[in-house]
Structure formats: structure tokens, C-alpha cells
């Protein structure tokens, strides 16, 4: 697979009342009809994501969302699943009509602020107004900034909304360099070992995704890799006439490869570089400790990130919860959810673990923690809950800029 993964695009989200010119939008930056357009009310229901290249945006996935004023019989549903787009949102256009009271859009606009999102603001449908100028007043007067004036059907504007794009992304792309999934955990010309199971989990002739991200990196730093099953491991040490810099390995099996690993390797697992990479690795950390004051009667989230169909030996629906269970209590409640399915309320639980989020960005993962915090819920990573629950979480090292 040749394209960029969609959780390394920047995700920009479309948002504002039904009929705005949304979808219009999207298909007038894309070139082409990616979503349906229609002078309906309600048209777009569930939000459909669109993985493009745009010139000067780059790699991107455009997310075309139900209005936030749909009062149809499933409108408090579509709003949701609008608000769930907000928190993947990198980039937010917020879409206004012409109308007398933005009190809506202000509140939106007011949302990204509050989450460090960037806004870029239009008015759509500018050819349709009789005084486009005197709307954008009125806008700018009741939101504090002036609106693009932008016209699908004609293409006004739709340059300077890409500039505008293009300007908005640029600053999050250099945050995001600044980041790395391996940070100082490794130099040019450092011995890394991957210890990679292929369990029936594993696709055929494939290899998952963080693992290939992992070592792809490691590749472009200018280290060795070596990569073995963990069976392979001692035999695999042996074969080096010196030790290893780094062990990196599957979580599932921290505590035989920590039994394995010589005085004074470093030892990390995929799920804990991503959830360093992807989330706050300091946080997750901390939130690990909630599992040592669970008991019979407390109540876990485990959220993952994709929605496969499940295997037998399935890491977060049976895996997780048995050893959680061999810890607490059979009588632990543990709720599981998948790919978008994650509550607003979380006041029900004790504790959430959460995958390594190799499908999510990071914005994604950063808005449910913000969420978890916020409502005072610990929240923690499959690797780094699995480390602390078989007694390896002391010898396991990850970035130090993960809290960054």
C-alpha cells in the first residue's frame, strides 16, 4: 500500500447548518464529487471522510458533516456524530449562511478555540446573496473575524480557501515533525531488535501498521533492525556479538521477553511508542496506577480505535479483560467499544485503556483523553496497562518528549 495512512493525514473537518454549502465546498477543493449535494435539509447524514492530495494541503482527509442544526428524526444522532468529527479535526472550516443570528456558528468557532483548533471561516453559497459584504459584516460583527466569501458553483474563493488551508496545516505539520514515534530512545547506527508474534491476529502476508511505521523509521535513522518471533529472541540475542540498544516487542509478551533481555537493554513495546507518538505517554503512565485500586466492583472501558471483526484470542475484548480479571476479580465489569463508539459520558467508569490508536491521529486520541481528564476518569494504553500488570512498566523506557 502506496498511500499515506489516513491517521498520518491532516484531517479537516467541514461543519455549520444544514444547507450551508458544505459538501459543495469539499467537492469544489477535491475536483470531484466525493459527497452528494442536494437543496434537502439533512442530506448528509453519517460523516463521510475523503483521503485526497490538494495541491499545497498535501495529504489530507476532508470531512463532510451533517449540520449542526438538524431537526430531523435522527438529527440529535447526525449532531453527534458531528461533534465526534470535531475531535479528530486537525483543521476546522466552519461554514456560515445568511441569517440573522450566528449564536450556532459562534459556538462551534468558540469549541476549536478552546482546543487549540484552527478555524478557518467562510461564508458559502457567495454568489446566491444579494450583499454578500453586508452578510460577512454581520458574521464578523457576531464572531469577531471575517469570513472567506467562497462560491462552489462559481469557484470564487475556493483558491483562497486553499491558501488558507494550506497556511492552517503548514503550522500543524510543524508541530508534528517535531515529533517522532522512536524521539531519543535511539541514535544513527543502533542494534534494534523487534520482536513481532504473527498470532492469527496478524493479517496474512502482511504486517501491522505500527510495527511497519516503527520500522520504517528506524530505517530512515540509519539503524539495524533485526526482527524475530519471540521464541526467537534468546536465539536471536545470541547470534549479536554485542547486545542490543533497543528491544522493542509486542505487549503481549513484555514479561517472557523481559525474562529473556540482558542487564541493561532498553525495552519498549509498539503500543507504547504509539501511545507516546499518538496520545501523552506521561498521562497514560499515571493513569496505569487506577489498576491497582480496582476491585470487583469498579467498571473498565477498553476503546479501541479500528472495528475488525474480532479473533478468538482478540487482544482488547478477551485478552485484556482476562488478565484485569486475574487481577481484581471476576466480578470487574469491562465494557468494550470500537472505532467511534466512545461515550460522552464517562462517569459510569474507573479506568480507560485505550489501544495503541495506529488508526486514529493524534488530535483524535488527545480529545478523548481531554475528555476522560475532564470528567476525572484516569485513562491509560493497552501496552503500557499490560507492562503494569505483569511488573514490567519500571524496566519499560519510552521518548522523553512523549508529554510534549
Known amino acids: 500500500m502506496n498511500d499515506t495512512p489516513r491517521a ?9 447548518r444544514c444547507n450551508a454549502g458544505k459538501s459543495s465546498l469539499i467537492n469544489a477543493i477535491s475536483g470531484q464529487t466525493v459527497v452528494i449535494v442536494s437543496d434537502v435539509a439533512g442530506t448528509t447524514t453519517d460523516p463521510v471522510v475523503k483521503s485526497m492530495e490538494i495541491r499545497g494541503v498535501g495529504a489530507c482527509a476532508l470531512i463532510d458533516t451533517a449540520g449542526f442544526d438538524d431537526r430531523s428524526t435522527l438529527g440529535d444522532a447526525r449532531r453527534e456524530q458531528a461533534r465526534r ?8 472550516v466552519v461554514v456560515c449562511g445568511a441569517q440573522a443570528d450566528y449564536s450556532l456558528e459562534k459556538e462551534w468557532v468558540e469549541m476549536f478555540a478552546e482546543r487549540n483548533v484552527p ?4 461564508l458559502g453559497k457567495s454568489d446566491m446573496l444579494v450583499s454578500a459584504e453586508h452578510t460577512a459584516r454581520a458574521i464578523s460583527d457576531q464572531l469577531g473575524r471575517t469570513p472567506l466569501l467562497v462560491s462552489a ?3 470564487e474563493g475556493v483558491e483562497a480557501l486553499i491558501e488558507a488551508l494550506t497556511k492552517a496545516g503548514a503550522k500543524i505539520r510543524d508541530v508534528a515533525a517535531e515529533r517522532t514515534i522512536l524521539g531519543d530512545l535511539v541514535r544513527r547506527g543502533d542494534r534494534v531488535v523487534l520482536v513481532m508474534p504473527q498470532d492469527e491476529q496478524a493479517p496474512a502476508g502482511r504486517i501491522i501498521l505500527p510495527q511497519v511505521q516503527t520500522l520504517r523509521e528506524l530505517l530512515d535513522r540509519g539503524c539495524v533492525a533485526l526482527c524475530c518471533q519471540t521464541d526467537e529472541l534468546a536465539h536471536t540475542l545470541a547470534s549479536l556479538a554485542e547486545p542490543p540498544q533497543l528491544v522493542i516487542t509486542d505487549s503481549q509478551v ?10 541493561g537493554v532498553a ?6 511508542l504509539m501511545a507516546c507518538y499518538k496520545g501523552d505517554g506521561v498521562a497514560f503512565v499515571e493513569g496505569a ?3 491497582d485500586a480496582l476491585t470487583e466492583q469498579s467498571r473498565v472501558l477498553i476503546a479501541e480505535a479500528c472495528t475488525h471483526a474480532p479473533a478468538s484470542e482478540d487482544i482488547g475484548r478477551v485478552k485484556l479483560p482476562r488478565m484485569l480479571r486475574a487481577r481484581v476479580g471476576e466480578g470487574l465489569k469491562v465494557d468494550v467499544v470500537g472505532g467511534a463508539d466512545f461515550p460522552a459520558d464517562l462517569a459510569p467508569y474507573d479506568l480507560v485503556i485505550h489501544c495503541g490508536a495506529c488508526m486514529f491521529n493524534r488530535r483524535h486520541v488527545l480529545s478523548r483523553l481531554e475528555s476522560a481528564t475532564s470528567q476525572g476518569v484516569p485513562m491509560t494504553n493497552y501496552g503500557i496497562a499490560i507492562a503494569h500488570l505483569q511488573g514490567v512498566l519500571p524496566k519499560v523506557v519510552w521518548p522523553s518528549e512523549s508529554d510534549k
Not at 498520518?8 to 455549520?16: E, N, S, T
Not at 478555524?119 to 467562510?122: A, G, S
Open 8 to 16: 498520518l493525514r491532516l484531517h479537516i473537518g467541514f461543519f455549520g
Open 119 to 122: 478555524v478557518v471561516l467562510v
Open 289 to 291: 496506577k487506577a489498576i
Open 254 to 263: 513484555f514479561g517472557r521477553v523481559a525474562e529473556v533481555l540482558p542487564e
Open 85 to 92: 468529527a470535531a475531535e479528530r479535526s486537525d483543521v476546522a
Open 267 to 272: 525495552l519498549t513495546s509498539f503500543s507504547v
Open 153 to 155: 458553483a462559481s469557484g
